[in-house]
């Protein structure tokens, strides 16, 4: 368990700038797949053809869906995202452009290494592409450590065209998650489960939304704690930093629920939600 307060997140290490995986790249790596693919080689596999060509280690890999290592991202929103959704087990699913759809299956947090989840099959229907996600646990001696198994899955084509996921082996991931970040709000802090201890909260993250508007709201499972607005340093499509303290009451619980939306700029309804428990240790 972390214990974070608003002065130890500030800590934390900036992320490197990078960029996002280019639609061109991920054109690229299609096209190459259908040559591939048409003379006898595929860059995904299919499930009957075998271990795939991409480095998946053996495991079945898909047409349209590659594997990726959390190491290698670049783009400090995908980072963010990754980091703050890795902590919730779930399904996970944002689009950050028009092409590619990122998918992180997460188990949470877990006391030893040896637990696993990856994508085991990939079914398309008329309603859509249907997701299996496998988890196993270790069967023999492990290291000690806390660990965050993972499976990160990058999609060409958009979030729409997911029509089920499911999962099997030994734990059930629920999907869609309750994800702490999604495609319009990736904060860096707080992060779920982080501790607060004093009566002020930093809320720091990048956000696109609408005249880069976002709303705030802190509660503790009877009351509302805190709530109000803020603006991030650009507006949608482009992304802008917010970095802000908001003062709370004092909680009647131990535990807390941040939620951070926009409203719809057509029915003023709550939309882009991110939520993030927290603990309360003052």
């Not at 997701?131 to 965050?148: H, K, R």
């Not at 057509?266 to 428990?277: M, S």
Request: hydrophobic letters at 40%; aromatic letters at 8%.
């Amino acid at each position: 368990m972390r214990h974070t307060t608003h002065e130890s997140q500030s800590r934390r290490p900036a992320r490197p700038n990078g960029t996002r995986v280019p639609a061109a790249v991920t054109a690229v790596l299609i096209t190459v797949a259908l040559v591939l693919g048409s003379s006898g080689c595929a860059l995904f596999a299919r499930p009957d053809d075998g271990p795939g060509e991409n480095g998946s280690g053996g495991l079945p890999t898909f047409e349209g869906f590659a594997v990726l290592d959390p190491a290698d991202l670049e783009d400090p929103v995908i980072i963010a995202w990754f980091e703050a959704c890795r902590l919730v087990p779930g399904v996970h699913v944002a689009t950050f452009d028009a092409e590619n759809t990122y998918i992180l299956a997460a188990r949470g947090e877990k006391p030893t290494a040896g637990f696993d989840v990856r994508l085991s099959a990939v079914t398309r229907g008329q309603e859509g592409v249907s997701l299996t996600f496998a988890t196993t646990d270790p069967t023999g001696p492990v290291a000690q450590v806390v660990s965050f198994p993972v499976a990160l899955i990058l999609m060409t084509g958009r979030p729409e065209t997911i029509a089920e996921v499911s999962s099997t082996g030994s734990e059930s991931l629920p999907w869609p998650a309750p994800s702490p970040a999604n495609a319009f709000l990736v904060p860096v802090t707080p992060l779920p489960g982080d501790v607060v201890t004093e009566l002020t909260l930093r809320l720091a993250g990048w956000a696109r939304c609408f005249e880069a508007t976002y709303q705030y709201c802190l509660e503790d499972g009877h009351n509302v704690l805190a709530e109000g607005f803020d603006t991030a340093t650009a507006g949608g499509p482009e992304w802008g930093r917010f970095d802000i303290e908001i003062e709370f009451e004092r909680p009647t619980s131990p535990g807390l629920t941040l939620r951070l939306f926009e409203y719809s700029a057509e029915d003023g309804r709550v939309i882009n939600e991110v939520i993030i428990p927290l603990i309360w240790g003052g």
